[in-house]
């Protein structure tokens, strides 16, 4: 398979070198230079759970060298995806899928946008990839992956895409419930990342918080109620609780959203909170916890990044 | 009169050396010892706004050595308002009158339950005062002061008070409704000090994010809730406007929340958003936005104290 991964950071790095160690045509692209450079220079480096590699990967900066490809796997920052999406157009024909595995929520909408809801299969993932320097990725965590048709069908192309996954280590489901996949992660997301960010607390360490806990409580209650109204059935029965199993099981992290406001970058709060906020006000949820914490978090934001 | 300032801080300090400049036997009494040690080799240095000055006044750290005194002003941060009150009882008579002029709420209470409640007026003082270092403080402001009864009327001891606050240079007004000018100043300060703790925003960088604008709005309609829930009048009829104008004429400053926080000192949350959410939970008003506020802040508390 012609595969173009769009957004080669810790993820899109781990997925694309995965799929290219196991013989797929492989490009990596993004705009960072330096780790394009490396990966052509000297090719891809992965250390970690599934053993010390170097792989032979295209990288390019530029996706309109890339040609026509069979599959996009949009791996950018969520507030990158509509540009990312247009930016992907000249590499795709009529028959190939854009599969989106990232974060949050309104990721498909700006995909849909540009190339059309037909084209876009979803996906959430529970690897764990850290970037270690140019070239050089960290592989950290051996989750599954679900990847879903929006219409919940089972298609030719999803299996195509599910069966080069597991062949190349990437242990993949295909489901029938890819929007609750991908709200399940997304409110644990809601009820961790925030919290973590403003208070510079690791996740295991908000538990110790009565405050904190009943706050995660309630920005989970929140954005059930969101998805509830707009019919999304969860993976499991109790979020609030597994939002608590979540923080425990991984007690010693900081949360990508904690890790971002720390070095200064843009954070993915629109896709997370902000996205319980939006499509809560356009259902008439209030979510007067989420409204908070994406205020308090975009301010932080503007002050470490300098916007 | 005899008068001994528990908690001589920027604001205790400023008080107590006003009053000494105007002839009263002020003690100051504080923790620091360095303060303390300075004032009594060298005087307390006063600069800034009311001129420069040097002004010979007691100072201790043992209010046990003080004796008895008129009026014990307590200045002390919110969370040591139960520890300060129970040391100063050793310079009370029955004729003693505990006046506070801390910001927040649960002040009163606090003093109430060592020392009674007929012994106590409230005060609320928008003066402004920087510590400088050891002996030596900044008076920034020179808004005014409000005293007033908890019962409403007009008595002999407080106009003494008053009297001798306005002959040492701190305009000072007798009010009806100190409940009300109490609250309002609360008010206030839950709408702009934790968004600012959180974020590291300036009182009017606050108004540049929509989001924050709202939430600041949310904060301040929940406390108005439970305000009139307990019958509380306000000073002002919009305070949603007025926490705007705040914000916008004190653009500049970093509140004293973000300023506890970036010196990884405790803040005064407990006795602002936290007591609104206190009350509204023990008169059944929800809090959702304060609820937040209050836990974030608590986390980021938890990590910049290192508690």
Redesign the interface.
């Known amino acids: 398979m012609k595969i173009a991964v769009v957004g080669a950071g810790a993820m899109g790095s781990l997925f694309g070198g995965l799929l290219a160690d196991a013989g797929e045509d492989v490009t990596l692209i993004d705009v960072w230079k330096e780790h394009v450079d490396a990966i052509n220079a000297r090719g891809l480096r992965i250390k970690g759970i599934s053993g010390d590699r170097t792989i032979e990967v295209n990288s390019t900066t530029d996706p309109g060298k890339v040609g026509p490809v069979d599959l996009v796997i949009i791996f950018v920052k969520s507030y990158d995806t509509a540009e990312a999406a247009r930016d992907a157009l000249p590499m795709a024909s009529d028959e190939t899928v854009f599969l989106s595995l990232q974060n949050g929520l309104g990721n498909i909408d700006k995909i849909a946008d540009a190339a059309g809801k037909h084209r876009i299969i979803r996906g959430v993932t529970a690897q764990g990839s850290t970037m270690m320097g140019p070239g050089e990725i960290y592989h950290a965590g051996l989750g599954p992956t679900v990847i879903g048709e929006l219409d919940e069908t089972s298609t030719e192309r999803i299996k195509r895409i599910g069966k080069a996954f597991n062949h190349a280590g990437i242990h993949t489901e295909i489901s029938s419930n890819i929007m609750g996949a991908l709200w399940s992660k997304v409110l644990v997301n809601v009820g961790i990342n925030p ?1 973590t960010a ?4 690791r996740n295991g ?2 538990l ?2 009565p ?2 806990r ?2 995660m409580k ?2 989970v209650e929140e954005a059930m109620m969101v998805a509830q109204s707009l019919g999304i059935e969860m993976e499991f029965d109790n979020p609030v609780e597994k939002v608590y199993e979540v923080a425990e099981a991984t007690a010693a992290n900081r949360s990508s959203m904690l890790q971002d406001v720390e070095r200064g970058r843009k954070t993915e709060i629109d896709a997370l909170n902000g996205a319980i906020v939006e499509l809560g006000r356009q259902i008439g949820v209030d979510t ?2 989420n ?6 978090v ?3 934001e ?3 990044t300098g916007a």
Do not use: F, M, N, Y
């Open positions: 919290l403003l208070t510079g607390l360490e908000l110790d918080h405050e904190i009943q706050v309630r920005a007067p916890v409204e908070t914490l994406v205020a308090a975009k301010g932080l503007s002050v470490r």
